[in-house]
């Protein structure tokens, strides 16, 4: 299983910036998810969506961030928008099914002026 993300880089705050997760499996059987972890702080949930499609957020990206996926590419993005100095982390992708966990190697995005 190979999840790889792409899409990092530097951006000005009010800025915005799509993250891509390709998939070497069939997503449509996961439940996928972004995750981020920022300097010093634990990983942690920032979207996710289920195999039906439904998402959730974490609060502090709440109508910031979309997450959608393409089942017949078997990609996941992260759209952002309003990106926020606390926004800088390295991102990863998740895909999850039956407990079983895949991680990808993570994008690095950094929000600077």
């Known amino acids: 299983v190979q999840l790889v993300e792409s899409g990092g880089g530097l951006v000005q705050p009010g800025g915005s910036l799509r993250l891509s997760c390709t998939a070497s499996?069939?997503?449509?059987?996961?439940?996928m998810g972004w995750f981020r972890q920022r300097p010093g702080k634990v990983r942690e949930l920032v979207a996710s969506?289920?195999?039906?499609?439904?998402?959730n957020y974490a609060d502090s990206v709440k109508g910031r961030f979309t997450i959608s996926k393409d089942n017949t590419k078997n990609t996941v993005d992260l759209t952002m928008n309003n990106l926020n100095l606390e926004d800088t982390a390295v991102y990863y992708c998740?895909?999850?099914?039956?407990?079983?966990?895949?991680w990808g190697l993570g994008t690095q995005v950094t929000v600077s002026s």
């Open positions: 499996i069939n997503i449509f059987s996961f439940n």
């Open positions: 998740r895909a999850e099914a039956e407990l079983r966990y895949y």
């Open positions: 969506i289920s195999r039906p499609g439904g998402t």
